[in-house]
């Protein structure tokens, strides 16, 4: 299986501010026959089931603000919220498509300070 | 615009076997630009990737519930359902269903449903 492992568990960012959270994968998921890195970030808010925000590891769904952004390659990835907003307080984990069994990373708490 | 609707029940006694339905509306379930999952999380934890199957009837699952896992679609019905064998409190969970678009990213995801496991 490869692992998916975030850094911090847990953050609290000032309204306005950066928040930027990191995600390591135990095996490179960039297929080099396309160059691709297979890679997703999600958002869950309490109650709700997550939402897909960016895929390709940097492609932002359609529909999401651009203040989201995601970026790099091989193993080791980063997803930004550039300026957080009060409805951006959720949980974002970042999960694998480049091999059976999909997994998950564990989750980044993302607080209000 | 696809959507997807778990049902089945929310209380489910140990060493029994838990059986979800999800429900696919908008599009047909056959329509081969999905891959159809299962997917849990326990309370206040993380996301866990039960298994998933293609149209076809192909699936695929996750080696840690393998032996205990089977997901099956029902073309007729826009279907698919899961089954989860000799459960126990470990799978008190929320479970989710989703679309695996192209076999790549999960969009959309149904609301959840919650199962509990207890006598």
Known sequence: ????????????????????????SSQSVLYSSNNKNYLAWYQQKPGQPPKLLIYWA???????????????????????ISSLQAEDVAVYYCQQYYNIPRTFGQGTKVEIK | ??????????????????????????????????????????????????????????TNYNPSLKSRVTISVDTSKNQFSM??????????????????????????????TLVTVSS
Do not use: H
Request: proline share 4%; hydrophobic share 30%.
């Open chain 2, 1 to 58: 615009q696809v959507q997807l609707q778990e049902s089945g029940p929310g209380l489910v006694k140990p060493s029994q076997t838990l059986s979800l339905t999800c429900t696919v509306s908008g599009g047909s379930i056959s329509s081969g630009s999905y891959y159809w999952s299962w997917i849990r999380q326990p309370a206040g934890k993380g996301l866990e990737w039960i298994g998933r199957i293609y149209t076809s009837g192909s």
């Open chain 2, 83 to 112: 089954k989860l064998s000799s459960v126990t409190a470990a799978d008190t969970a929320v479970y989710y269903c989703a679309g695996e678009l192209r076999g790549q990213w999960f969009d959309p995801w149904g609301q959840g």
């Open chain 1, 58 to 80: 940097s492609t932002r769904e359609s529909g999401v603000p651009d203040r989201f952004s995601g970026s790099g390659s091989g193993t080791d990835f980063t997803f930004t």
């Open chain 1, 1 to 24: 299986d490869i692992v998916m492992t975030q850094s911090p568990d847990s953050l609290t960012v000032s309204l306005g501010e950066r928040a930027t959270i990191n995600c390591k």
